[in-house]
């Protein structure tokens, strides 16, 4: 199970950080994704940790504003979101596969195993 927190409302500029935390199982040997979905519009991907944090990848439109990090000791990753946009506003979910996936499934939703309740990210303008 994961469990998603951290969301709440932030003006345009400001900064919100989200945690996902696991129970029921170890998650540390999980690679790691956050997704988003805003009102009327499709899941997309946010961000990729893999195991060990070696490898992160992220959405173009979060790349230097958007970090995400794992503490495998305490079964949470974190995404530390700096210079908030009003089109950061979504629902924000974090997600957890056992596999490697290939790069070009990084930002594919359906590979991801494990999901839990979002945490909902309103920033006004």
């Known amino acids: 199970q994961l469990q998603a927190s951290g969301g709440g409302l932030v003006q345009a500029g400001g900064s919100l950080r989200l945690s996902c935390a696991a129970s029921?199982?170890?998650?540390?040997?999980?690679?790691m994704g956050w997704f988003r979905q805003a009102p009327g519009k499709e899941r997309e991907f946010v961000a990729h940790?893999?195991?060990?944090?070696?490898?992160?990848y992220y959405a173009d439109s979060v790349e230097g504003r958007f970090t995400i990090s794992r503490d495998n000791a305490k079964n949470t990753v974190y995404q530390q979101m700096n210079s908030l946009k009003p089109e950061d506003t979504a629902v924000y979910y974090c997600?957890?596969?056992?596999?490697?996936?290939?790069?070009?499934?990084?930002?594919?939703?359906?590979?991801?195993?494990?999901w839990g309740p979002g945490t909902l990210v309103t920033v006004s303008s």
């Open positions: 997600a957890a596969t056992s596999r490697r996936l290939y790069y070009s499934d990084l930002r594919n939703y359906n590979k991801y195993d494990y």
């Open positions: 940790i893999r195991v060990s944090a070696e490898f992160k």
């Open positions: 029921g199982r170890t998650f540390s040997d999980c690679n």
